[in-house]
């Protein structure tokens, strides 16, 4: 899904820059858009922190 393709670069945008609660967000949206997105669920674990 566009939307939820977008949501990631986003959240990866802000991993990189260590913004890890803005990330988590992100990646939480782009799941609620894709919730099919097997890539998401590891995302969402690293912005957590695990």
Request: aromatic content about 6%.
């Amino acid at each position: 899904m566009a939307g939820s393709f977008g949501l990631t670069g986003v959240g990866d945008g802000y991993m990189k820059t260590g913004r890890l609660s803005d990330a988590l967000r992100a990646y939480q949206n782009a799941l609620e858009l894709d919730p099919n997105n097997a890539e998401l669920p590891g995302k969402i674990a690293r912005a957590r922190g695990n």
